[in-house]
């Protein structure tokens, strides 16, 4: 065990070489000052911290609300005189209590009660031969450590020595980032499969019904359930020796049970199952010892952990490395991949590789030992998994329950938790989100560095952590690839077919609606880039992009395929598809003072006939006078513009339609319908409305008879041409 010099009794040291926190008030760094924007500008990497310099500090000499108002009376409310209610308006003391009713997180399914301590880990034994992990490639190379250990089925406020398992978790902060060796005291485990473990939790914990007994699993569930589960059986003799009963958490082995794998550099595969043997050695109490110790100190091991440290007996463990090959794992009577297992040492030796020693206790309790959250998918390069079932299981399982026990995606970002290595990806927002990244580079690929901008951090196959490829081939059913089949790599030739099987002007509309588009990019690498693309589709489509972007059309892009000439086909057109039908259609009919009343009814009754809606629109929809009576209408021409409806039938005097030449609404109106291709039905004392909207006579222009209804049922796709200029 490593001894320090005597300590301060109340102390807490920082052997592993962190700063001392300061605790006496700290100067803050003025804004605008040199050292404010240093602080500012920190790491300089993606991510980059809004300024800490207001971190709750529990040095500072003056008390603040959580905005940093300096507060005057912190033991008074604000009250209608002294005697009278509480006023709403004291802000001081609603923010203290509404603090207070949200301190407690949901505390862990399992391993609710845990202490954890500071550390580091020093490797005495490289091994790059078997991983090219960072923390095992140099002998003296020092890792910081947060370590935590836990009863299982107890809740957080339960005794610390019940008979159970205890947890053995290690958050290596590696400078590739965290490495999180999860572990146990005893080196098997309940059951093969992750399935099994919710059932093995809830037959452990306190019985549903009744709600006790709390902490123990001598009570009938625990037992029914190991009853009929024959795997357990091993892992059940190991919870009923001396194990499960340990004299101090320092006094106990660690095991990662699962096998893992080590990579090397050289992408070589080798089996691990790892172990922490304790410096001090293994003790445990006796259990009529544990039973009393549960009574006389609920928190025996918490102290005897936190005392030792404070008091300069750093607890230490040597990390063991059980290293094996294929081979050797077909030789073995039993499977590496089933965790009720485990590899005698006498028959495969443990290989010390490092020592962790634990020399500095939490700051604060609930910040550190509640907060840290362990995943065992967090691995470096040169650490992988094996195809344990239980180990499969848990890689999804530890990130999901962080999100539920610390209520956001972010959690990664809570100091306990976040690597110690700078770390940058397009991961944002989500709640409590701290960090402030620059720029509008939120997705990759991108290419904004091309114009300048921030373009974010990349992959990079060497650096990377990359998947150990198993079987090889990637095409074999059973290796584990990100890959995509070779067939998905034709991006081309469906897109070249979907545009081929288009008509003239669907293809114009495509057309124009790219160079719309790609006329809001601002950034001309990328207009060209998409010009490039649209080479491989069709080089007609894209030299009428490019003449309509005004740019020189660019060399084809790269194809990673060969391009298949397909077939076009008629089912993908909108147009040779369109049925010509009132049905679902809607007409509307523009009526003003003088219209013929019968002529408005005759229009509305054959548009019904048709199946169509007709809807009645007048410059005021209260009544207007018609040749015969009077009219109220359903829609206000200034706010019924033409694209609601479908088609249009102008009922006019020629006396009316010269007004209504005056008002820009109606001659939007018409003109509106014209330009977006809709059947336009009239009498004759429309005429001077249409010719002040540039209506040029076509098939889709008619007088109102039923030539109208059935132009209504239609667009009129030749006419674009005739009213706007396409790419
Ligand atoms: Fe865990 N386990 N576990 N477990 N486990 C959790 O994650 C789970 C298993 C272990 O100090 C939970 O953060 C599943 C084996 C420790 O914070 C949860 C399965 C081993 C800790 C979870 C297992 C462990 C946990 C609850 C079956 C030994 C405490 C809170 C596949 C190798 C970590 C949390 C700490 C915690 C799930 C099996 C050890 C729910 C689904 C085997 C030491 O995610």
Redesign the pocket.
């Known amino acids: 065990m490593a001894k320090k010099s005597a300590p301060h009794k109340t102390s807490n040291k920082r052997a592993s070489g962190e700063p001392a926190a300061a605790h006496a008030p700290e100067a803050q760094p003025v804004y605008g000052s040199a050292e404010f924007s240093t602080r500012r500008g920190e790491g300089g990497e993606l991510h980059q911290d809004v300024d800490q310099s207001g971190s709750n500090d529990s040095g500072a000499s003056h008390l603040t609300t959580n905005h940093g108002m300096r507060i005057s009376d912190n033991q008074n409310s604000l009250k209608s005189g002294d005697r009278g209610p509480t006023l709403l308006e004291d802000f001081v003391l609603r923010e203290k209590i509404f603090h207070f009713d949200h301190e407690r997180v949901p505390e ?5 009660r ?1 202490s ?1 301590a500071h550390g580091v880990f020093e490797c005495t034994k490289p091994i790059p031969g078997l991983t090219r992990a960072s923390l095992l490639s140099e002998k003296g190379k020092k890792t910081p450590v947060f370590t ?3 009863t ?1 089925a107890g809740g957080a406020g339960s005794v610390d020595t019940p008979r159970d ?1 205890r ?3 290690v958050k290596f902060y590696t400078d590739e980032g965290n490495w999180d060796l ?3 005291n005893i080196p098997v ?1 309940f ?1 093969q ?2 399935i ?3 059932d ?2 809830h037959s452990v914990k306190m019985e549903a019904d009744r709600g006790y007994p709390q902490a123990a699993s001598a009570h009938d569930t625990f037992w029914d359930f190991m009853s009929l589960m024959p795997e357990a059986t091993h892992m059940v003799l190991w919870a009923m020796s001396d194990r499960a009963i340990p004299r101090s958490l320092r006094m106990m082995e660690g ?4 096998t893992f794998r080590f990579v090397n550099a050289q992408g070589k595969g080798t089996f691990v199952k790892f172990h922490w043997k304790p410096v001090l050695g293994m003790q445990s109490t006796v259990w009529d010892e544990a039973v009393k110790l549960a009574g006389a100190d609920p928190d025996y091991h918490r102290r005897d952990l936190f005392e030792a440290i404070d008091g300069g007996d750093f607890p230490a463990w040597d990390l063991g490395v059980q290293t094996f090959d294929e081979d050797f794992a077909a030789s073995l009577p039993y499977d590496i991949l089933d ?1 009720t297992k485990l590899i005698p040492e006498e028959v495969l030796p443990i290989e010390i590789v490092g020592r962790m020693t634990l020399d500095r206790n939490p700051d604060n309790f609930f910040a550190e030992t509640e907060q ?5 998918q967090n691995v470096v390069p040169g650490v992988d998994f094996s195809n344990d ?6 890689l ?3 990130l ?3 999100k539920s ?1 610390l209520g956001t995606a972010n959690f990664h970002q809570i100091p306990i938790n976040a690597p110690k290595c700078p770390y940058a990806n397009f991961q944002r927002d989500g709640l409590m989100q701290t960090k402030v990244p620059k720029g509008r580079a939120n997705y990759e690929p991108n290419s904004l560095g091309e114009a300048g901008e921030i373009n974010g951090p990349r992959a990079s196959m060497d650096t990377g952590f990359v998947t150990f490829e198993e079987n090889g081939e990637r095409n074999d059913p059973t290796a584990k690839v990100r890959a995509r089949p070779e067939l998905f790599a034709d991006h081309y030739s469906q897109a070249r077919m979907f545009y081929r099987s288009q008509t003239e002007i669907e293809q114009a509309h495509i057309a124009s609606a790219i160079v719309f588009e790609l006329s809001k990019v601002t950034l001309a690498h990328v207009r060209a880039a998409m010009v490039a693309n649209l080479c491989n589709v069709d080089g007609d489509l894209a030299r009428r992009v490019a003449a309509g972007l005004a740019i020189d059309l660019p060399a084809k892009a790269k194809a990673a395929r060969k391009i298949v000439e397909m077939e076009a086909s008629p089912a993908l057109s909108i147009v040779k598809n369109k049925k010509d039908t009132l049905e679902g259609r809607k007409v509307g009919i523009l009526f003003a003072e003088g219209s013929r009343a019968s002529d408005i009814k005759a229009v509305k009754a054959a548009v019904e006939k048709a199946g169509g809606k007709a809807m009645t629109i007048a410059p005021k929809v209260g009544g207007i006078k018609l040749d015969n009576g009077s009219m109220a209408a359903d829609g206000q021409l200034a706010g019924t513009p033409s694209c609601t409806v479908d088609a249009i039938a102008l009922v006019l005097t020629e006396a009316a339609a010269k007004q209504l030449c005056m008002d820009g609404a109606a001659v939007q109106f018409v003109m509106d319908a014209f330009g977006h291709l809709k059947a336009i039905g009239h009498d004759a004392g429309a005429k001077p409305l249409l010719d002040k909207a540039g209506v040029a006579l076509d098939e889709g222009v008619t007088d109102l008879s039923g030539k109208f209804v059935k132009a209504a049922a239609k667009r009129f796709y030749d006419r674009e041409p005739t009213v706007r200029m396409l790419a």
């Open positions: 862990r399914i399992v391993h609710a845990g954890a935590r250990f836990s299982v398992v947890g053995f978790s999860v572990g146990n485990f059951i499969d992750a099994k473990f919710p093995l939790i095991f990662g049970i699962h965790s840290v959250a362990f995943c065992p079932p239980l180990l499969q299981g848990r999804f399982s530890y999901d329950t962080q026990r």
